[in-house]
């Protein structure tokens, strides 16, 4: 009868370490998956932060293409004068440039 109690004992504490030796590696998981959370989220609000910029970006090159084709509308009418046409072709090309430089920007990832 003192030997199963003994055997049962035995059993009993094999059990317990076992489960402590699983309890210890889910913790570690934990602690592994709660560093990956704060991880993507702080990648998370940077990809937000630069949605918003990439989104004001774009309103401002809305603005400025609204701008530029008032332009393009003046250039039409204007007469074949060298100096106003050469100012606007000149602001039409920088926007130009800054609309291809912000096409650019949207395009990495």
């Not at 055997?7 to 059990?15: D, M, P, S, V």
């Not at 990809?47 to 989104?55: G, I, V, W, Y």
């Amino acid at each position: 009868m003192k030997q199963e109690i003994v055997t049962q004992y035995l059993a009993l504490k094999l059990k317990v370490s076992q489960m402590i030796t699983r309890l210890q590696e889910q913790e570690g998981t934990i602690t592994e998956l709660n560093r990956e959370i704060i991880r993507l989220e702080a990648s998370l609000t940077l990809k937000s932060e630069e949605l918003m910029e990439a989104r004001n970006q774009a309103k401002e090159l809305e603005k400025n293409f609204k701008k530029s084709d008032k332009i393009g509308k003046i250039v039409v009418n204007t007469d074949n004068t060298a100096v106003p046409t050469a100012e606007l072709k000149k602001k039409l090309d920088q926007y130009i440039v800054e609309i291809d430089h912000c096409i650019e920007q949207l395009r990495k990832p």
